[in-house]
Nanobody, 125 residues
Framework: VQLQASGGGLVQAGGSLRLSCVVS????????MAWFRQAPGKEREFVAA????????YYADSVKGRFTISRDNAKNTMYLQMSGLTAEDTAVYYC???????????????????WGQGTLVTVSS
């Protein structure tokens, strides 16, 4: 499985960006998907996750109400719509996939099997 993240860039505080993660292969719908981020000097942290059928979505408290995770199983693509961006959102954003991960483990980055290369989001204040 290969993941390709894109959509990062430079945005002013209060602005919006949409990240995309395209997954290779024909079994995208089997994977629970997630976004993590890593700021300079900090550990990788959970941002959001979505179940296989988009029936459930999970968010870190720091992004709840500002970010929306979604997926299009027909396009093998996951998205992260980010709004109300602040300087604290500046980080490299990574997408992750796993077909077996359970809810109690999904907020820990080391439990995920597959990763994209990351896309940099820089928010200027």
């Amino acid at each position: 499985v290969q993941l390709q993240a894109s959509g990062g860039g430079l945005v002013q505080a209060g602005g919006s960006l949409r990240l995309s993660c395209v997954v290779s292969g024909r079994e995208f719908s089997r994977y629970r998907m997630a976004w993590f981020r890593q700021a300079p000097g900090k550990e990788r942290e959970f941002v959001a996750a979505v179940d296989r059928s988009v029936s459930n979505r999970y968010y870190a408290d720091s992004v709840k109400g500002r970010f929306t995770i979604s997926r299009d199983n027909a396009k093998n693509t996951m998205y992260l719509q980010m709004s109300g961006l602040t300087a604290e959102d500046t980080a490299v954003y990574y997408c992750a996939a796993d077909s077996r991960i359970i809810i109690s483990s999904m907020r820990t980055w080391s439990h995920w099997d597959y990763w994209g290369q990351g896309t940099l989001v820089t928010v200027s204040s």
